[in-house]
């Protein structure tokens, strides 16, 4: 039986990652760290530990004790919080990549799963349908740490034949976690406030279109790449996915469907030049033709499940 950890399993992604991968192999079978507490249900599902990704002694003890075969590494800074401590994230982000890495170099760990972002491309990419491989000039510190963090990964398969598997993931939107810190995070706070306040104000124009993802379709698309034969995996980089994109102008209007007196306004702020740097969609053909990627979830169908939910987390 695979034995799975999940580094950074009380954020946006790994608190839904780790109970779908506890649908899969188990319960008692994934086992869930970071260096704060998770929502309960993944606290109190399956074994979940305090630990510090950027602790390499306690982490590779972990490992080899637990006798773990997978792991997916999701400790980070977003976006938007990286930019107000640049030099601290650059030493999370990439330190803690480089000792995951090096841990499966070392020891008789199967896969590893590193998510990098769209945010490693910049102004000089082409802005839609965006190519698996482009100009990749990021002018962040996040997209920054992404970009060398891709180059790692590509490396030490190469080199060790670590076999590493990573997503370019666009914005992510959930209403299970709310917001973490990240430019795209306007398309989960803005529900939240529409069923709170019915107002908005977005820190970004309203004609900021951006790649967007729901998260159910975020959590097949890594589960899927992680159980695919490892020689379909061309790409040892990272993989472009996409599935919906939209403005923050085209979320007001499909949410006024459901609650007709919401208003929006707009505040941009730092995060706006951001967004300018991003593309507005993305060309996912290549993970589409090696490993059989297809979305589920359009915006309709994401905003009719994400106010529902919302609703039933406020009445509880």
């Known amino acids: 039986m695979e034995k799975v950890l999940v580094i950074g399993a009380s954020g946006q992604i790994g608190s839904e990652l780790t109970m779908s991968l506890r649908n899969v192999y188990g319960n008692e079978n994934v086992f869930a760290t970071d260096i704060k507490q998770p929502p309960q249900d993944v ?19 972990y490992v080899i004790r637990h006798k773990i075969s997978q792991v997916y590494h999701l400790a980070a800074v977003l976006s938007g919080n990286a930019e107000k401590i640049p030099l601290q994230a650059w030493e999370i982000n990439m330190k803690s990549l480089l000792i995951i890495l090096d841990l499966a170099k070392e020891t008789s760990l199967k896969r590893l ?91 970004l124009k309203e004609d900021a279109t951006l790649p967007m993802m729901f998260m159910p ?62 593309p507005q969609s993305i060309d996912d053909s290549a993970a589409q033709a090696d490993w059989g990627w297809k979305y589920k979830y359009g915006l309709s169908e994401m905003t009719k499940i994400m106010l529902e939910e919302i609703r039933k987390k406020f009445r509880n």
């Not at 606290?43 to 982490?59: R, T, V």
């Not at 190519?131 to 962040?140: A, H, K, M, R, S």
């Not at 370019?168 to 939240?192: F, H, M, N, Q």
């Not at 085209?250 to 730092?270: C, M, Q, S, V, W």
Request: glycine share 4%.
């Open 43 to 61: 606290l109190e599902s399956g074994p979940f530990q305090i630990l510090d990704a950027m602790n390499d002694k306690e982490l590779i003890h």
């Open 113 to 203: 799963f590193w998510p990098s972002s769209i945010a490693v491309f910049g102004h000089s990419t082409p802005k839609n349908n965006t190519p698996q491989l482009t100009v990749t000039e990021p002018n962040t510190v996040y997209g920054i740490s992404k970009l060398a963090g891709e180059r790692w990964c590509e490396y030490y398969f190469n080199k060790y034949k670590v076999d590493v598997r990573s997503i370019r993931y666009p914005g992510l939107i959930s209403y299970k976690t709310e917001a973490g810190g990240g430019t795209t995070d306007y398309a989960v706070e803005i529900y939240y406030e529409a069923i709170k306040n019915k107002n908005y104000e977005c820190f």
């Open 217 to 278: 379709d975020a959590i097949e698309a890594t589960i899927k790449l992680m159980e695919c034969e490892s020689s379909k995996i061309k790409i040892r980089s990272s993989y472009n996915l996409a599935s919906i994109s939209f403005s923050p102008a085209e979320i007001a209007t499909e949410i006024k469907r459901h609650i007709r007196d919401f208003k929006i306004t707009y505040k941009p702020d730092f995060r706006q030049q951001i967004a300018e740097s991003w």
